[in-house]
């Protein structure tokens, strides 16, 4: 019996909210809340006929630390789960060591404006010292270890699939797999069809910062000494052939988790992130960044501050509309390298989700489910104190164990293959 304040109620929020109403002897009350309250009225209008959850709705701009506390003192949550965007996630934070609850989101911390010259002193600093150059990295919300220690409080990040779920996977192998990981390669495939030719499968503004950023993955030298290398976005390319969707080019990407396995998983090598893209949507991307509608810098039209981005964003279908239309499936993850008992061995262990089962079942598609799904999973783990370890961290730090029992009751099961096809 617990009551979570959800704040966001996006693609990837309504699914999480969704499962969280099967789930009533865990989340017996929730409150929806964000900037418009009315979405989150209409999604709890929806549910309560068919819920024993106690849903509740408000308005908030959670930009603003005091405003989410405001709302939490009213609300008095056991839990803030921040399914919005991870430009709220230091603000929701704050204010989770302010009013002393626990926190948790789906995505780490990356700035709005990224022109902004305190940010922006941190992050030069940050790519010569570290070298690699994506817009998000860990630092941030890491530097709230103690604060959140000290309060006795968890704050649980990146709990979705990937990150969240990937690392579930890379804490199993460990656990029940290997003696120790010297590689890992997480793949993430999405073979959907939405038939449009170009859309994006979850916020447009975060997917393609995410997308056009330099690739980057980890590596260790001869002597032993691990570092990360960095190269142009989407230049690395291999072909995959994945079970259930088939055969599909693949790109290495930076991805967030990369950075904290490469501190959790002991004597762990190297650490790639792949995505697969169809050319079109290549394509597009390309020619979206070479005329300047990637960037997030206002420019003045017709007397008007734009972000260009954001109109873009306007324009592109919501990825919550894309539900209906969109056909195949996704195969997100992990292949290992490493030693069990003095001897090598391989290991894949994955998730095969089917966009319209998932339609048919929350009215989304997998993107949105398999985020949805782990989100509202690891937010039980931590209400129900399984995952209870004060301090900031991240999801291979927990017991992979009942996480991964809730994935499989919730909707999302795993595979393994103990003889996989590897990535050169
Ligand atoms: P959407 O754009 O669909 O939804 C974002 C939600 O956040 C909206 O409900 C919006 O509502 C709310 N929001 C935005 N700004 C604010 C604010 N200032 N205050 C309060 N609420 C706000 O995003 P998605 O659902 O696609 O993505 C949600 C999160 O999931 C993102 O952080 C994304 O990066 C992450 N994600 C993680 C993945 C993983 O595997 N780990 C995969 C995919 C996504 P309103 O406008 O009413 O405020």
């Avoid at 902004?116 to 890491?142: H, I, L, M, N, T």
């Avoid at 995410?210 to 960095?230: F, L, R």
């Avoid at 061995?345 to 048919?360: F, R």
């Amino acid at each position: 019996m617990a009551r979570a304040l959800i704040i966001g109620c996006g693609a990837v929020a309504t699914v999480a909210i969704k499962k969280c109403c099967t789930c009533s002897e865990v989340f017996s009350e929730i409150c929806i809340a964000s900037r418009h309250r009315e979405n989150c009225e209409k999604l709890a209008q929806e549910l309560r006929p068919n819920t024993k959850t106690v849903i509740t709705t408000a308005a908030v701009d959670a930009d603003k630390a005091e405003n989410v506390v405001k709302l939490i003192k009213e609300y008095k949550p056991d839990l803030v789960m921040n399914i919005a965007l991870p430009y709220q996630d230091l603000a929701i934070m704050d204010a989770c060591l302010e009013c002393g609850v626990n926190y948790m989101d789906t995505a780490n911390y990356e700035p709005e404006n990224i022109d902004d010259p305190e940010w922006r002193k941190v992050y030069d600093k940050r790519c010569k010292e570290q070298g690699f150059s994506a817009y998000f990295d860990y630092s941030w919300q890491w530097a709230y270890k103690e604060k959140f220690e000290k309060a006795g409080l968890t704050a649980l990040l990146g709990s979705g699939f990937d990150p969240g779920v990937s690392q579930a996977y890379c804490a199993y192998a460990l656990k029940h797999q290997f003696d120790t990981i010297e590689e890992i390669d997480i793949l993430d495939c999405n073979g959907g069809d939405h038939g449009y030719k170009f859309a994006t499968n979850f916020n447009p503004e975060i997917n393609l910062r995410e997308v056009s950023a330099p690739g980057s993955y980890w590596d260790t030298d001869e002597n032993g000494k691990g570092h990360w290398v960095e190269i142009p976005a989407m230049s690395i390319k291999r072909v995959y052939n994945f079970d259930q969707v088939g055969q599909k080019d693949m790109y290495l990407l930076h991805h967030e988790e990369i950075e904290s396995l490469a501190q959790n998983i002991p004597g762990v090598k190297r650490i790639r992130f792949f995505m697969t893209f169809g050319q079109s949507y290549l394509d597009h991307m390309r020619c979206l960044e070479d005329v300047g509608m990637l960037s997030t810098q206002p420019i003045k039209f017709q007397g008007q501050d734009i972000v260009p981005i954001q109109f873009l964003k306007a324009l592109l279908p919501d990825p919550a509309s894309l539900g209906p239309r969109t056909v195949g499936k996704t195969n997100i993850g992990c292949i290992f390298k490493g030693k069990k008992d003095g001897k090598d061995k391989t290991y894949y262990l994955y998730n095969v989700c089917d966009h319209q089962e998932c339609y048919k079942e929350l009215g989304s598609q997998a993107i949105a489910y398999t985020t949805g799904v782990p989100a509202m999973c690891g937010a039980m783990m931590v209400l129900t104190g399984k995952w209870n370890k004060p301090g900031v961290h991240t999801v291979e730090e927990f017991d992979p164990d009942p996480f991964m029992e809730a994935l499989t009751k919730y909707g999302l099961p795993w595979q393994e293959n103990f003889n996989p096809v590897l990535v050169d």
